[in-house]
């Protein structure tokens, strides 16, 4: 059946992506070859009517951005399950006695079918709830730190996901995840497994909770993809977030595919209140009309999981889309959203993620909010920030680091604390 699959999707993307298409090409990175685009006004009415109000556009628009991006890109996102429930698995101290550590089971419905484990810092001296930072990692909890007690993926655990959980060393991206520093700020951080509710390859969408919790339902063109998973789990972390009375106000952070999932979990989620983007690229922060670095074809070439099957029709036709990237950005308004690039990292065309965040200024406005304006891009090493809207260029390669961390940290200071 898994073979059938496997086969069956690689038909339909051979004829999706036939020889010479940009499945093979290489990437264009020279600006001169892209093509005239207009963008789309995120304060537009498919009707055609301006949304003149943040009543407007909070009844009307946003949900209509909404609609389009779920039925077009990533696929609908199905609500709360009824029976979400949590247990603490494990208690203990951390870091010399400067952190609190906590793993916590989020259960996905009564019967305990299957969860998410999420791994939890606090400061130990916090009085009253601190601000937290709520990202997925790649690899598992136990690589995002040298913290010896965080616990070792389960043999059924590494089975269940069939993608090569536990294989990575303990803290093998633990420099990704400066844990004691983020904790010396004054902020919680919470992260969890992205396989735990989504192992990241294309299997027909049988495994993680599309296999187990999802089970009954037909897949359509708007059926959920990967990245619209790992945004429900975000969401179902966040369950556990808020229950919790030592954790305060919540940001998403997200580096790469897991940026696309953190835009888009902030954009369904007002319950984030702020929204982080770490080198996200296409179909995360960069504009998709560009076309430039990774594209709309070129991803789904390689990661058509990640995505809802209607996606496909938009391959080498971004000029088609009924959205683009800056309107992903502007469903985060009026929260704080920080969106950053590397100079080395031209593959998620860090122009194209600064120009969206331009593009997603008219809803900041609305709300009567200052928003970033200059059309040049900012120079390497130098953050910007104007209202609720932040960015950065940092030297280097595509990566999350130290660097960047301190920028969104010293811009949380503004908002969450
Ligand atoms: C690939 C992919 C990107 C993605 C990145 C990552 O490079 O093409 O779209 O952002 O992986 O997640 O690291």
Known sequence: MKGLRIILTSIALAMLFPLGTS???????????????????????????????????????????????????????????????????????????????????????????????????????????????????????????????????????????????????????????????????????????????????????????????????????????TISTWAWGLMRAMDYLESDSSIGKVAVIGHSRLGKTALWAGALDERFSMVISNESGCTGAALSRRAIGETVGVIQSKFPHWFCRNYLKYSDKENTL????????????????????????????????YLSLLGAAPVYELYGLEALKDPDQPRVSFPVSAGRSAYHLRHGRHDIVLYDWIQYLNFADQFLK
């Open 23 to 225: 499945a093979q090409k290489t990437a264009n990175y020279d600006e001169s070859l892209i093509k005239p685009y207009s963008l789309p006004d995120p304060l537009r009415m498919e009707s055609g009517r301006k949304v003149r109000s943040v009543r407007q556009w909070e009844k009307k628009r946003r949900p209509e951005l909404i609609r389009l991006f779920s039925e077009e890109v990533f696929g609908y996102v199905p609500g709360k399950p009824e029976g979400v429930h949590f247990r603490e698995l494990t208690a203990g101290e951390a870091f010399d006695g400067k952190a609190l550590r906590k793993e916590i089971a989020v259960y996905f419905d009564a019967e305990e079918t299957d969860s998410l484990v999420l791994l939890l810092y606090l400061p130990k001296e916090a009085k009253g709830p601190v601000p937290a930072f709520l990202g997925i990692n790649f690899f598992g909890n136990y690589t995002t730190t040298l913290d010896p007690e965080v616990t070792f993926p389960s043999e059924a655990q590494i089975a269940a996901d069939g993608n090569g959980y536990g294989e990575k060393p303990r803290g093998f991206q633990a420099r990704r995840w400066p844990y004691e520093y983020i904790l010396s700020r004054g902020y919680a951080v919470a992260t969890f497994y992205c396989g735990d509710v989504d192992p990241d390859y294309d299997d027909g969408f049988t495994n993680g909770v599309h296999g187990t919790i999802y089970k009954a339902k037909m897949r359509t063109g708007s059926s959920w993809g």
């Open 322 to 353: 009924p959205v683009d990237q800056h309107e992903l950005l502007a469903l985060v308004a009026p929260r704080p959203l920080y969106v950053a690039s590397a100079d080395g990292d031209k593959w998620s065309d860090p122009k194209g993620e």
